[in-house]
């Protein structure tokens, strides 16, 4: 295992779009558990293959406290079931330091693949249902600043670079 570089706003690598994976094999679970120890080593609760440079369609979460609930989706789709948004205070591995708040529908259902190549579905609210939608984001080329106004984004810009 080996603990990836993340990629730090504004790297124009975090805009590029993921492909799907074709099949599970070796090289995925590898991928998989580097993802998962670069996580847990930055202190965050999902990521994006995306943010490790790594462009194919894989997400790695954990959201419990004590590390028990590890996650893996694989080409992960989402349709809403509820439009209702709920405000979140959202942060990002590659944007540390910088919490906003998002407005996000709060009940999805997920479709995606596990570690195994086996496909999955998976009912989201809450916490879960905000994660798999910004870190689908990720695999898209979308950062949570971009649901920002202009200034504040140009703001967070700025304080970016500077570090
Ligand atoms: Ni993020």
Redesign the pocket.
């Known amino acids: 295992m080996a603990i990836l570089p993340i990629l730090k706003y504004p790297d124009p690598r975090l805009r590029n779009k993921a492909r799907e994976v074709q099949t599970v094999n070796k090289k995925t679970q590898s991928l998989i558990d580097d993802m998962f120890e670069t996580m847990i080593d930055a202190k965050g609760i ?3 293959a995306t ?1 490790v440079d790594v462009h194919k369609r894989v997400i790695v979460m954990d959201l419990s406290e004590d590390r028990s609930d590890p996650r893996v989706f694989i080409n992960p789709s989402i349709e809403v079931l509820d439009e209702t948004t709920q405000p979140y205070d ?6 540390p330091g910088v919490y906003e708040t998002v407005e996000r529908p709060n009940h999805v259902m997920i479709t995606a693949t596990d570690r195994n190549g086996d496909i999955f579905n998976e009912e989201a609210t809450g916490l879960l249902a905000v994660c798999i939608q ?2 689908i984001d ?1 695999l898209d080329g979308k ?2 600043v971009d649901y920002l106004s202009n200034l504040k984004r140009q703001l967070i810009r700025k304080k970016m670079k500077k570090i």
């Open positions: 999902g990521l994006a943010q959202e942060g990002c591995l590659s944007i910004h870190e990720h950062l949570f």
